[in-house]
């Protein structure tokens, strides 16, 4: 059976809470539907020890400050996933977890989303399934020799998986270093730490807090048509968090460029010297999931969907939300999606009305 509604989500992490949100507020016939079986987002697949860049206050959706977590400044991915499912209960936002979309395509005068549990007619749809579930792996020759274990950020949970082993994390962005730092303080890994330039710390006093500030400045600079201050790329690339700082000030975080290709034991350096490896971690980050849409055909030669804002070129029914800058100023992070969310929703509304 087909079931009739303005507007259905896509996804419901933090980008479709904030987005049913605004839905709610602005009274529309809406669901959200979520792959995953409970709430919570990618959060909920995080690393043990990963916690947020910026305090609860700074970390909020529209509507509702994130508490504080006890004995931190900086909560926790639990914390996070605590919030999200009080987020979604609070609001009564209709999410149906577990419900993976297959495919969203054009009927008539609708959108047709078809999921493995039923099948949607909407006026609208708002696509807001992140990135975590589409993991990017290099093509590093060697890398099909390789014997010993393989696995991406998604896939990282805790140093003591590690115990005793020798460990090349590749990747010089936050996760990199933050999971080069968790093993390396671990004390019984042995890490390598690969990444493609050296490490740009950002000052140890900035954090999201910052980050959110100087992108906002950068982007009221651009609207106004003033010079471009660079923004949060002008500063660094890494957050200095209290364990990637105290790895690095103990001299943990021992950086080399990248290697050149993976052999069957390990890796082989640009001078063609060889290091034994029983782990490669690879925090190379994610591409947009996006093959629901592609019935609609709209993504280009490099896979985005051209966008005005968060509404697509080739199909104003259709909205983008939470993918990253493309998509609306810090769209991929918790205190940036709401006002992003709050502008697609003006337009979905007025679009319907």
């Known amino acids: 059976m087909t079931q009739h509604v303005d507007v259905v989500v896509v996804g419901g992490g933090q980008a479709g809470l904030a987005a049913g949100y605004h839905l709610r507020r602005q009274g529309l016939d809406f669901t959200i539907l979520d792959a995953d079986p409970a709430p919570g987002g990618s959060w909920q697949h995080m690393w043990d020890s990963l916690h947020l ?6 970390s909020s959706l529209p509507g509702r400050l994130m508490p504080t977590q006890p004995g931190e400044v900086y909560p ?5 996933v605590e919030y999200l499912a009080d987020y979604e209960k609070r609001y009564d936002l209709p999410v149906q977890h577990g419900t993976c979309v297959d495919a969203v395509r054009r009927d008539g ?6 999921a493995d549990s039923g099948r949607w007619r909407a006026r609208a749809v708002v696509s807001a399934t992140g990135t975590w579930s589409r993991p990017f792996l290099p093509a590093v020759p060697g890398r099909d020799d390789f014997t010993g274990r393989q696995l991406h950020t998604v896939s990282y949970r805790r140093p003591a998986d590690f115990a005793g082993q020798y460990v090349v994390v590749v990747g010089g962005g936050n996760s990199g270093a933050q999971i080069a730092a968790d093993l390396a303080l671990y004390g019984d890994v042995t890490v ?5 330039r050296p490490p740009r710390f950002l000052p140890d006093d900035v954090d999201g807090r910052v980050l959110f500030d ?3 400045a950068r982007r009221r600079a651009l609207e ?13 690339d890494i957050v200095a968090v209290p364990p990637v700082r105290a790895a690095r000030d103990a001299g943990l975080l021992r950086v080399r460029p990248m290697f050149s290709r993976l052999t069957a034991t ?7 010297s060889r290091s034994d490896a029983d782990a490669i971690i690879w925090c190379t980050g994610f591409r947009p999931a996006l093959s629901h849409l592609a019935p609609l055909g709209l993504r280009g030669s490099r896979g985005h969907v051209a966008t005005a804002g968060t509404q697509a070129v080739g199909e104003p029914r259709l909205h983008l939300l939470g993918y990253g800058d493309w998509t609306g100023l810090a769209s991929a992070t918790l205190v940036g999606v709401g006002r992003t969310a709050r502008e697609a ?7 319907l009305r």
């Open 192 to 196: 390598t730490w690969v990444t493609q």
């Open 214 to 216: 100087v992108a906002t």
């Open 76 to 80: 926790d991915a639990g914390h996070v």
């Open 109 to 114: 005068g609708r959108l047709l989303v078809e």
């Open 345 to 351: 929703v003006r337009q979905v509304t007025g679009l």
């Open 266 to 272: 390990g890796i082989q350096w640009p001078d063609d």
């Open 53 to 58: 860049f910026s305090p609860a206050d700074h």
């Open 224 to 236: 106004e048509g003033r010079s471009d201050t660079g923004g949060v790329a002008s500063l660094g």
